[in-house]
């Protein structure tokens, strides 16, 4: 199992820009598919961004694309996810997720507490 720890929200104005940051527990963190995902007040979650075990395979959603980064470090379980020219609609609950590598599964069935991002127009 994994234990992830996001961190890194908090408030900026539109434009502005954010690196949020999810910790895992464990030493098996490279065998870890990481995603990002959003949930925003009254809406449901939504994918944003993943990542591969080694990293050398991203994917965004289209809204993200361009303007956010997701990157890890395994030497230190840790990924991370770039926001640049941050939107009103990007305020949301960002919340960190993995799946082993080798699951059948596309569901990610471990997941962090959640951090708040809230952008002002």
């Known amino acids: 199992q994994v234990q992830l720890v996001e961190s890194g929200g908090g408030s900026v104005q539109t434009g502005g820009s954010l690196r949020l940051s999810c910790a895992a527990s464990?030493?098996?963190?490279?065998?870890?598919?990481m995603g990002w995902f959003r949930q925003a007040p009254g809406k449901e979650r939504e994918f944003v961004a993943t990542i591969s075990w080694i990293g050398g395979s991203t994917y965004y959603a289209d809204s993200v694309k361009g303007r956010f980064t997701i990157s890890r470090d395994n030497a230190k379980n840790t990924v991370y996810l770039q926001m640049n020219s941050l939107k009103p609609e990007d305020t949301a609950v960002y919340f960190c997720?993995?799946?082993?590598?080798?699951?059948?599964?596309?569901?990610?069935?471990?997941w962090g507490q959640g951090t708040q991002v809230t952008v002002s127009s």
């Open positions: 464990g030493r098996t963190f490279n065998s870890y598919i």
């Open positions: 997720a993995a799946r082993y590598r080798s699951s059948p599964s596309n569901e990610y069935p471990y």
